[in-house]
């Protein structure tokens, strides 16, 4: 389809022809918004290749300016600074301040954050140093259909994320940056992702407009002087330009350059779009730098389970988001009078780098949680709750009259005269009083169940991945993979319903590829390809599982009590890891045999139990026939060896296979 389109605010509006691709695959139930066409790449389409050209001779010189530093641009300025300059000529701010991270700086943005007017500070004897921001109705999770990776080629960028071609992008968003930031301060916020003296941590520079960003940044990352000392006069940084621009969907994108190591943000404020080392650096863009460079960026926490005797054996795991990576992380084990206890290293993100000793060691980029708070309260995370009371910054979250947090699952009802996330006077006619993807932003070492080992610069070793995703039917509450190409197969044929921590439609089954379907910097047949080859280079790479703590019944209810019992499932696959228990064969993978869970003080039945492990073949055959159709994007680019594992699966189904099923 072609389609004509004129370019947003720029002096003479100019008109091209593109091709227009509709929906992206990644995000159902959203429109395309005009303005977020995607450009044909420069040699397609009639005129395409001539307009594009003409933006080119068009960029304005601040526009050009404001890429990635380069070290031969200036003699008088480091990387940084010229970088800086050039954004600043872009978006124009009264004044620039570089950040050092000190707490009298924190005091001054906290100020400027109150002083925006929408945020506010909670009280103070029971909530020290909190404060509640309140987001633009508009503006209140990622947006995943404004995102995108702006490679050389369509292809690089692959079918599951919305591409536009760099030098188009630059001009598009460069017009939106113009001035941006005119009557208001450009914060320059330098941070490393990592322990900072980690050799696999990395450093970034976010430049904002938003004192609620910088706020946020300097819990989430270590930031300041520290980050400063480490940049020097190197441009051994990946740099992120930040506005909240006018907060008008219609004018926001979340751009990444892989190739460059740059992003850009303009339009929203919230989370994932604006916080620029979590998603945007931490996994877009380092997921691209990770295969260039042989390690592996992941959307994963990562947890400590110690065993009866005080050894500690490390996971990782991946869930989409809002699928309960936190809580697992952060969990109070149910089998803590057993020895079985579950420490924190992350929650969000994994860094891993094979390390001599043959595993694949991870660290925790992050400083801190931005966590999911409904469904948050003292029964299902003690440890979080315990941390959220000094220090935290919460976003859309209910407040009582009192001044004090709340939403819906903290574990108390609603008092009298509570105001919602909107700042209005609350009523059950007005909905959840909290955003449902409303958020706390704490520091990581808050938690009680923060691991020793949360900082060790060499990370921890990882000896089991598990993925897993919200399922109300077909996936077992947990199962093992055969070996590493099968469970890269498992992970790259994840599914899970969809959730409002990215705007659209919430419950959708998608397809979720080891929950990074958002966050791979580049075409995910590659990303699978490069998993495969992970496995034959580590010398002892993880044992790979599955699990689902969304299964639900014939009532509609949840099967599984989920939170501080999953310790039951993680106790099941250390077992599995040291070799010391039993596991039954299905087509699927390895389930728990009968008896080897450790179920002891749960009530739960034999027959619902059953009913968590089983492995109907007629759902699973359903399954297969939407992960082939999801696969048959990649087109040749697909590894043969997942189209194998794929055709396997359907010969167990089908075959002797199915008799091993066990059916609830
Ligand atoms: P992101 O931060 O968006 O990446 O999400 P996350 O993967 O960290 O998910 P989180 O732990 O914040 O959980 C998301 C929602 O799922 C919250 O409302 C939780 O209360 C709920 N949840 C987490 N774990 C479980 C569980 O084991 N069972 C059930 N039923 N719900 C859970
Ligand atoms: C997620 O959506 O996976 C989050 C929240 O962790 S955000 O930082 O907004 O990406
Ligand atoms: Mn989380």
């Given amino acids: 389809m072609n389609t004509s389109h004129r370019i947003l605010r720029t002096r003479r509006p100019v008109t091209y022809t593109v091709s227009v691709d509709c929906i992206p695959p990644c995000q159902p139930g959203l429109d395309f918004p005009p303005h977020a066409v995607r450009l044909a790449s420069p040699q397609t389409g009639s005129c395409g290749s001539q307009a594009v050209t003409r933006y080119r001779q068009r960029l304005s010189r601040a526009i050009c300016g404001a890429r990635r530093p380069s070290r031969r641009r200036s003699i008088v300025g480091t990387p940084l600074e010229n970088w800086v300059d050039d954004a600043a000529r872009l978006t124009k701010p009264d004044r620039v301040v570089y950040c050092d991270g000190s707490s009298e700086e924190d005091e001054r943005i906290i100020a400027e954050m109150l002083r925006e007017g929408d945020s506010e500070t ?24 404004l995102t995108f990776i702006c490679a050389p080629e369509k292809d690089d960028a692959g079918p599951t994320n919305n591409w536009m071609d760099p030098g188009a992008a630059k001009y598009k968003i460069g017009a939106l940056f113009d001035g941006a930031m005119r009557g208001r301060t450009m914060y320059v916020v330098p941070y490393i992702m990592g322990p900072v003296n980690s050799p696999i941590s990395k450093a970034g520079v976010e430049v904002t407009d938003s004192p609620y960003v910088v706020a946020n940044m300097r819990i989430m990352a270590r930031m300041g002087k520290v980050a400063l000392d480490r940049i020097g006069s190197s441009s051994d940084f990946v740099p992120g330009l930040h506005s909240i621009g006018d907060l008008d969907p219609m004018r926001r994108y979340i751009a990444h350059f892989p190739q460059e190591k740059l992003i850009w943000s303009v339009g929203s404020g919230y989370g994932g779009n604006a916080l620029l080392g979590k998603k945007c650096f931490a996994l877009r863009i380092a997921s691209y730098m990770a295969r260039e460079q042989g390690w592996m960026a992941e959307h994963m926490l990562i947890l400590g389970l110690e065993s009866p005797g005080g050894k500690v054996t490390y996971m990782g795991a991946a869930f989409p988001s809002a699928c309960g990576k936190t809580n697992l992380a952060m969990m109070v084990s149910a089998l803590q009078d057993q020895g079985y206890r579950v420490w924190t290293v992350g929650d969000d993100i994994a860094w891993m780098k094979i390390a001599d000793d043959g595993y694949l060691h991870a660290i925790n980029p992050e400083a801190g949680f931005f966590g999911v708070a409904p ?39 609603p008092p009298a005269g509570l105001i919602n996330w909107k700042n209005e006077k609350w009523d059950t006619s007005k909905g959840p009083a909290a955003h449902a993807n409303a958020r706390y932003t704490v520091p990581a070492r808050r938690s009680p169940s923060i691991s020793p080992k949360w900082e060790a610069p060499e990370g921890v070793p990882i000896s089991a991945f598990i993925f897993g995703g919200r399922r109300a039917r077909v996936a077992p509450l947990v199962y093992e993979s055969f070996d590493w190409q099968h469970g890269v197969f498992v992970g790259a044929s994840m599914a899970s319903e969809t959730t409002a921590a990215a705007t659209g439609n919430v419950g959708i089954v998608r397809r979720d590829p080891m929950a990074m379907l958002p966050f791979c910097g580049y075409n995910m047949a590659d990303y699978f390809r490069y998993w495969l080859e992970m496995g034959k280079r580590i010398p002892h790479p993880p044992k790979i599982f599955h699990v689902n703590w969304f299964r639900r019944g014939a009532d509609g209810k949840f099967l599984w009590p989920g939170y501080g019992e999953n310790v039951r499932v993680l106790k099941w696959i250390l077992e599995r890891v040291e070799g010391a228990c039993a596991a039954e064969e ?74 091993l099923a066990r059916s609830g």
Wanted: proline share 8%; glycine share 6%; aromatic share 6%.
């Fill in 122 to 145: 909670l009280n103070e004897k029971t909530y020290p140093n909190c404060y509640l921001h309140r987001s633009s109705p508009n503006d209140v999770a990622r947006t995943e259909h």
């Fill in 586 to 659: 299905t087509p699927v993978g390895l389930v728990p045999a009968r008896n080897a869970l450790t179920l002891d003080g749960l009530q739960i039945s034999p027959g619902t139990m059953e009913e968590l492990l089983s492995v109907n073949p007629e759902d699973w055959e359903d399954d297969l026939a939407d992960s082939k159709l999801f696969f048959d994007k990649f087109g040749s680019r697909l590894p043969r060896e997942l189209r194998e594992e794929h055709e396997k699966l359907s010969r167990r189904l089908s075959t002797k296979g199915a008799s």
């Fill in 375 to 413: 469904g948050t309260g003292m029964l299902t995370n003690p440890n979080v709750m315990s941390a959220l009371h000094k220090n935290t910054i919460f976003t859309n979250v209910a407040m009582t009259p009192d001044r004090e947090p709340w939403w819906e699952g903290i574990g108390s009802p």
